[in-house]
């Protein structure tokens, strides 16, 4: 039985969360308890949850930079708390996320 999983949260894993995804896969597949649709939707629930962390990382990734780039527009350290705040993450993010949603 041969399985091809395929997911954009696997191109940025390490070896060793591949090696992770792998054994949990081969675990799920080679369970007898199971129905065959019932083990897919184990790999769906499992890549889901690798996706969702994908998402989370990109948001804080895209989330500092636009903070970066409000720091690098003042003068006064002392105002980088208040950037983090003014730097539109706000209202870009919730307009960005939904091509997130799509990778």
């Known amino acids: 039985q041969v399985v091809v999983a395929s997911s954009e949260c696997l191109m940025y894993m390490s ?10 896969i081969n675990e799920i597949i080679n369970s007898r308890e199971r129905s065959r649709d019932e083990n897919l939707e184990r790999i769906r629930v499992l890549f889901a949850h ?4 994908r998402r989370k990382e990109v ?3 895209l989330e500092l930079a ?3 780039a409000k720091v690098d527009e003042v003068d006064d350290l002392n105002a980088r708390e208040e ?4 730097c539109g993450a706000g209202i870009i993010i919730p307009i960005v ?3 997130l949603w799509c990778l």
């Open 15 to 24: 070896v060793t969360g591949l090696a992770e995804v792998q054994n949990a």
């Open 50 to 53: 690798y996706e969702l962390e």
């Open 59 to 61: 948001t804080t990734i």
């Open 66 to 68: 636009l903070w970066k």
């Open 83 to 86: 950037c983090r705040f003014t």
């Open 97 to 99: 996320l939904p091509f």
